[in-house]
C-alpha cells in the first residue's frame, strides 16, 4: 500500500490485516520503488496524488521493470480523484483496478481477493 496519507495506509491495513492480509506500506512512491526491488508483492495498492512522483508514474515504472515477475503484480489505483477521466487515465496508465475515496471497506476486500487471489481472506468487512 502506497499513500502519502497515514490515514488512508492505516485504514487499508486494518481493513485487510482483519482479513489475514499481511500489509506492507510506503509513504511515497520512491519509497515504494525501493521496497519493491527487495520484495514482490500479491497486489500493489497505491494513491494517485502524492507529492515527488505520484501513482501514475510509479505504476509506469513499475510496469517498465525488465524483470517481468515484478511488472506483472496486479495494482489497484485507491484515490480520491473520482471523475470517469480519472478513472480512465488510471487504467491507460497500468493500474488493473480502480478504487475511488472514501474507502468501503467491502468494495476494497471484493477487488482485493478477486485480483490476488486470496481465498484465504475472509470476505466479510
Do not use: N, W
Not at 45 to 55: H, K
Not at 69 to 95: C, H, K, M, N, Y
Amino acid at each position: 500500500m502506497v499513500d502519502d496519507e497515514p490515514d488512508s495506509l492505516e485504514l487499508v491495513q486494518q481493513v485487510l490485516a482483519e482479513s489475514g492480509a499481511r500489509i506492507v506500506t510506503a509513504t511515497g512512491a520512491a519509497d515504494a520503488l525501493r521496497m519493491l526491488e527487495r520484495h514482490r508483492p500479491d497486489l500493489l495498492i497505491s494513491d494517485i496524488g502524492m507529492p515527488l512522483m505520484d501513482g501514475f508514474e510509479l505504476i509506469r515504472q513499475v510496469r517498465a521493470e525488465r524483470d517481468r515477475t515484478l511488472a506483472g503484480v496486479p495494482a489497484i489505483a485507491l484515490t480520491a480523484f473520482s471523475r470517469r477521466e480519472d478513472q480512465q487515465r488510471a487504467l491507460a496508465a497500468g493500474f488493473d483496478e480502480y478504487l475511488a475515496k472514501p474507502l468501503r471497506p467491502a468494495e476494497l476486500l471484493q477487488t482485493v481477493v478477486g485480483m490476488a487471489g486470496c481465498s484465504a481472506l475472509s470476505r466479510s468487512a
